[in-house]
C-alpha cells in the first residue's frame, strides 16, 4: 500500500525567509510521481511542483524547490524568499498510475 | 491548457433534497475524473473515479446510491448527492485526468464545491 506523511501540521516563517517542508512516502513501485500542491484560502489545489521518479535530478519551479531522496523515500519542498501570497496549505502526494495519494497536509503562514 | 471548471462554487439546499455538482474539462478531453471530499483542515478523500461512458468506481466505504456520478461526454463530469442530510456537508473537488498534458500541466483540480445541508 502506498502512504504519504507530513509530519508537520503547521510551520511558520518570515517573510523573505526560506522554509523547508517535509514530506515521505512509502512504496514499493519503482516509476512514479510526486507532487506538492498548495490550496490557499480560496480551497483551489493548485500545483506548485513535481517529480519524476526515474529523475535523480532534484525539480525546481523559480522559489521552490524539492530534495528528492528516492532510497530514503523522503521529497521535502524548500520555499525560497518567502512571500506572504505563500500563505497555505500544502499537501505532498505520490501518484502511481492514476491513484492519488495525499499527505495530511502542513498549514504554512508567512509572517510580515 | 488544462482548465477545469467546477460548478457550483457554494450550495446550501435542504435536507432531504439532490445537489449536483458539476467538473467540466474545458480545453481538453478527459476519459477519466475523480471526485475527492474534503473535510475542514482535513486531506482530500478520493471518493470515486469516474469513467466517460462506463460506471464510476466507487473508494470503499462510499455510497454509490448516494453520490451518483455520471460521466456521459469527455468532458463533463456529474456528481449527485441524493436525499442529503447534515452529515454530507463537505467540499467536494473534481479532478481530470489529463492525457497527454500531463507532462505540462500534472493533474488539474477544479475550484471545489462547498456544500452546506441545513
Known amino acids: 500500500a502506498q502512504t504519504v506523511t507530513q509530519s508537520q501540521p503547521e510551520m511558520s516563517v518570515q517573510e523573505a525567509e526560506t522554509v523547508t517542508l517535509s514530506c515521505t512516502y512509502d512504496?514499493?513501485?519503482?516509476?512514479?510521481?510526486l507532487f506538492w500542491y498548495k490550496q490557499p484560502p480560496s480551497r483551489q489545489m493548485i500545483l506548485v511542483i513535481r517529480q519524476e521518479a526515474y529523475k535523480q535530478q532534484n525539480a525546481t519551479e523559480n522559489r521552490f524547490s524539492v530534495n528528492f531522496q528516492k532510497a530514503a523515500k523522503s521529497f521535502s519542498l524548500k520555499i525560497s524568499d518567502s512571500q506572504l501570497g505563500d500563505t497555505a496549505m500544502y499537501f505532498c502526494a505520490f501518484i502511481y498510475g492514476n491513484q492519488f495519494y495525499f499527505g495530511t497536509g502542513t498549514s504554512l503562514t508567512v509572517i510580515p | 491548457g488544462a482548465v477545469v471548471s467546477q460548478h457550483p462554487s457554494r450550495v446550501i439546499c435542504k435536507s432531504g433534497t439532490s445537489v449536483k455538482i458539476e467538473c467540466r474539462s474545458l480545453?481538453?478531453?478527459?476519459?477519466?475524473m475523480f471526485w475527492y471530499r474534503q473535510f475542514p483542515k482535513q486531506s482530500l478523500m478520493l471518493m470515486a473515479t469516474?469513467?466517460?461512458?462506463?460506471?464510476?468506481?466507487?473508494e470503499q466505504g462510499v455510497e454509490k446510491d448516494k453520490f451518483l456520478i455520471n460521466h456521459a461526454s469527455l468532458t463533463l463530469s456529474t456528481l449527485t448527492v441524493t436525499s442529503a442530510h447534515p452529515e454530507d456537508s463537505s467540499f467536494y473537488i473534481c479532478?481530470?485526468?489529463?492525457?497527454?498534458?500531463?507532462?505540462?500541466?500534472?493533474?488539474?483540480f477544479g475550484s471545489g464545491t462547498r456544500l452546506t445541508v441545513v
Open positions: 512504496t514499493s513501485e519503482n516509476n512514479y510521481y
Open positions: 480545453d481538453f478531453q478527459a476519459t477519466t
Open positions: 479532478s481530470v485526468e489529463p492525457g497527454q498534458l500531463f507532462s505540462n500541466y500534472g493533474y488539474t
Open positions: 469516474s469513467n466517460e461512458g462506463s460506471k464510476a468506481t466507487y
